[in-house]
């Protein structure tokens, strides 16, 4: 390519780019325009004008920004976990264990009997606040007592009082 005397070059960098190189080197800069007309170079061999940009380097706004977020979350982890009381891995005594059980098996007699003397289990799972596998060992722990009487019903189970 070569460059006639009437005839400039311009290239604009966006402003968020640095030039690391170019090939050849421009005439001239006016900000971000590099500008070729011929003073320095008016003939360009193959591939030639060249220019290698690259993003300018992150503003150091955004940088203090993004630290001061991050130390905030890890701050406020550390805190939450200081915060939380310690955690009991004591095993309960069979025993208590009963204890507990009597007390659950109450409570479920109670709803049964508000509820007109059945319910469905995932009501009564709902109700007592425990997991599944927790109110199933209880429900069977009454049926074997002959408390209730487990009905199939569908996917789950219908939960009825005996009569006493």
């Known amino acids: 390519m070569v460059l006639s005397q009437d005839n400039v070059l311009v ?8 030039i690391e190189s170019s090939s050849p080197g421009f005439d001239r800069r006016d900000g971000n325009r590099l500008i070729w007309d011929g003073t320095l170079y008016r003939n360009f061999a193959k591939g030639e004008p060249a220019v290698v940009v690259a993003p300018t380097g992150i503003n150091p706004w955004f940088l203090i920004i993004i630290l001061g977020v991050l130390g905030s979350v890890v701050l406020a982890i550390v805190f939450k976990r200081r915060s939380k009381p310690p955690v009991q891995n004591e095993l309960i005594s069979p025993e208590d264990r009963l204890i507990e059980d009597l007390k659950y098996e109450k409570r479920i007699e109670q709803f049964l009997e508000t509820s007109g003397g059945q319910a469905s289990q995932s009501d009564i799972i709902k109700e007592i606040g425990l997991s599944k596998s927790r ?6 722990q009454m049926r074997e007592k002959g408390q209730i009487i487990k009905i199939k019903n569908g996917k789950g189970n219908l939960i009825r ?4």
């Open 11 to 18: 290239i604009n960098i966006p402003e968020e780019y640095n």
């Open 135 to 140: 109110i199933s060992t209880i429900l069977s």
């Open 161 to 164: 009082l005996t009569k006493k």
